[in-house]
C-alpha cells in the first residue's frame, strides 16, 4: 500500500512540474510572482530532503515487497487468499468508454 502511495504522490508532483513548465513556455511570459516563489521552494534545500526521504522510503517498501513475496510458502499463502469463499470475494466489472462514448 505504501508503494503505491508514494507512486501516486510522486506522479502527482511531477504532473504538477511538467504542467506548470509547459504553461510558462506557452505563454513566453515567463513565471509569474506565485510561480517564481513555488519555483523557489522546489529548489529549497527541505523540498529536495523532503524527495529524497519519499525515493529511500518507495525503495525500502520495495524492497519489503521483494523479501515478502520471496519467502518460503508465500505462493500457496497466495494461492489460498485467492481462492478464498466465493461468498466473501468482491467482484469489479471493468468498462472502458471512450471520449466519442463508444464502449471498447
Known amino acids: 500500500k505504501e508503494v503505491v502511495n508514494v507512486q501516486w504522490l510522486t506522479g502527482l508532483l511531477s504532473a504538477a512540474i511538467k504542467a506548470s513548465c509547459q504553461r510558462?513556455?506557452?505563454?513566453?511570459?515567463?513565471?509569474?510572482?506565485?510561480?517564481?516563489?513555488?519555483?523557489?521552494?522546489?529548489?529549497?534545500?527541505e523540498f529536495q530532503e523532503l524527495v529524497c526521504r519519499?525515493?529511500?522510503?518507495?525503495?525500502?517498501?520495495t524492497l519489503e515487497v521483494c523479501r515478502?513475496?520471496?519467502?518460503?510458502?508465500?505462493?500457496?499463502?497466495?494461492?489460498?487468499?485467492?481462492?478464498?469463499?466465493?461468498?466473501r470475494r468482491v467482484?469489479?466489472?471493468l468498462r472502458i468508454v471512450c471520449p466519442e462514448g463508444a464502449i471498447v
Do not use: C, P, V
Open 24 to 45: 510558462s513556455q506557452e505563454t513566453g511570459s515567463g513565471w509569474s510572482r506565485t510561480e517564481r516563489e513555488w519555483k523557489k521552494e522546489l529548489s529549497s534545500s
Open 54 to 61: 519519499l525515493s529511500s522510503f518507495h525503495q525500502s517498501a
Open 68 to 87: 515478502i513475496r520471496t519467502e518460503e510458502g508465500f505462493e500457496e499463502r497466495d494461492l489460498k487468499r485467492q481462492n478464498g469463499e466465493d461468498s
Open 91 to 93: 467482484r469489479y466489472k
